[in-house]
Nanobody, 120 residues
Framework: QVQLVESGGGLVQAGGSLRLSCRASGSILSINAMGWYRQAPGKERELVAVITRGRTNYAASVEGRFTIFRDNAKNTVWLQMNSLKAEDTAVYYC???????????????WGQGTLVTVSS
């Protein structure tokens, strides 16, 4: 079993910064990609940023403001969010594509979500 535990959400004023973290634990052989998604009230879940072993990709709406980075040895990914806007308010979910050791399998795993609220 693999779990993703997120932290770092909260309330911040527009223009401020927050850093989210997500750590994977369990029977992990390797992690291919880790990413962050978000879901605002009344909207569908959308990709915010994803990082593979060599590349990063961002949603156009956060490009230049958010940075995703990971520590492979710690199975941890962070999302540094700067210049936050009211429209960034959402529940942020961590996602990982994990290869487990016992049994050998490839899984997509989600965290429980952490709320980010940006006041204008």
């Amino acid at each position: 079993q693999v779990q993703l535990v997120e932290s770092g959400g909260g309330l911040v004023q527009a223009g401020g910064s927050l850093r989210l973290s997500c750590r994977a634990s369990g029977s992990i052989l390797s992690i291919n990609a880790m990413g962050w998604y978000r879901q605002a009230p009344g909207k569908e879940r959308e990709l915010v940023a994803v990082i593979t072993r060599g590349r990063t990709n961002y949603a156009a709406s956060v490009e230049g403001r958010f940075t995703i980075f990971r520590d492979n040895a710690k199975n941890t990914v962070w999302l540094q969010m700067n210049s936050l806007k009211a429209e960034d308010t959402a529940v942020y979910y961590c996602n990982a594509e994990v290869v487990t050791g016992f049994p050998l399998a490839s899984l997509e795993v989600w965290g429980q979500g952490t709320l980010v609220t940006v006041s204008s």
